[in-house]
């Protein structure tokens, strides 16, 4: 069933960590191709409103916490804030909700915001909550395939997606880091909220001592945390870290990022973030889910699925680098 009333006013509901926005980006450029004069605004996660004011053809982002959804790295989040969110969402009378992903818990705040067509892919319990429930995501396709079918209800077809950022307005932050990056880099990111599946950090330092003798510094991306391990306990080829530019804000992490000759590291935001600016990434899986959430940026990519990180050394990576022909890193 397709929607019949005009498209004015279009919600693309990110609420989710920082890799799924990125992905959730692929959807706006066929929401905009269909309908270009319709306003295409984004409900993101406060910690993400940052990456989310990058999606292509967002004219405004609402950014809240939900206060079911506590994590470790942030303060839990506070029932009230998330409320006020929800009546900012719906004074805008949105006229469609699109959901990127829809649990119960956000389809129901999306149905408490009153946007009349409410559109997700079925999930435990999100029936009740939506007006259009298409078939639920299949575990062993693209998140971008799956996620493109909702836009079926707009009578949008969108056959090759790729998630897609814009560097426009983060252009200040980028001529900034300029003064302290160098021209050509590499970005790192050899971390990962579960540990098990990380490669070892002296694999990555290895591989930074053979990138260094090719001509290229490393920039290291994580948490203060994550990086003060690397800074205490591993030799390493001077370089930089991104918790040491500038304000240390996510947009500041996204402008290097933009600017790196390559990214390499495991499935999380930052690799899916690089490649939604087009640049060339090596995406480690070990194991995580490569059938779902390989790298699918507008630029080249390769993978390395296995397992487990056991066997995955420095030299896995410079073939898979050297494979990516790029010019410049030969």
């Given amino acids: 069933m397709t929607v019949s009333q005009p498209i004015r006013r279009v919600l693309l509901v990110a609420l989710d960590n920082l890799g799924d926005l990125v992905f959730a980006s692929a959807l706006t450029p066929p929401i905009h191709a269909a309908f270009p004069n319709a306003v ?32 470790k790295a942030h303060a839990r989040p506070r029932v009230g804030q998330f409320l006020k969110s929800i009546m900012a969402v719906r004074n805008s009378r949105y006229d469609v909700a699109i959901l990127s992903e829809a649990p119960w818990r956000t389809s129901a705040a999306v149905a408490a915001t009153r946007t009349p067509v409410r559109v997700g892919l079925a999930r435990h319990r999100n029936s009740a909550f939506l007006t259009h429930v298409l078939e639920a995501q299949d575990a062993h396709k ?12 707009l009578d949008i077809s969108s056959n090759d997606p790729k998630y897609r950022l814009d560097a426009a307005p983060i252009e200040s932050i980028r001529v900034e880091l300029s003064k302290t990056l160098p021209r050509k880099f590499v970005a790192f990111h050899p971390f990962a909220s579960d540990r098990s599946r990380c490669v070892p950090l002296n694999e990555w330092t290895q591989l930074a001592f053979a990138l260094k003798n090719r001509g290229f510094p490393v920039l290291w991306i994580g948490t203060t945390s994550e990086l003060d391990e690397l800074r205490r306990s591993f030799t390493h080829p001077q370089g930089f870290y991104v918790d040491t530019l500038l304000d240390g804000r ?14 390499i590291g495991h499935d999380s935001g930052p690799l899916h973030i690089a490649g939604a ?38 030299g896995t990576f410079l073939r898979e680098i050297d494979a990516l022909s790029i010019a410049s890193l030969a």
């Fill in 40 to 71: 295409i605004d984004v409900w993101a996660k406060e910690y993400t409103a940052d990456v989310a004011r990058l999606i292509p053809h967002i004219r405004a982002v609402h950014s809240a916490n939900p206060f079911w959804a506590a994590s």
């Fill in 142 to 153: 693209s998140v971008l395939q799956e996620q493109a079918r909702l836009l079926s209800v």
């Fill in 250 to 263: 996510l947009a500041v992490s996204a402008a290097a990022l933009s600017k790196a000759s390559l990214f």
């Fill in 277 to 314: 600016f087009g640049v060339p990434v090596v995406g480690v899986f070990a194991p995580g889910q490569p059938d779902r959430t390989f790298p699918q940026g507008v630029g080249p990519s390769r993978m390395i699925a296995r397992p487990s990180p056991t066997g995955i050394d420095a």
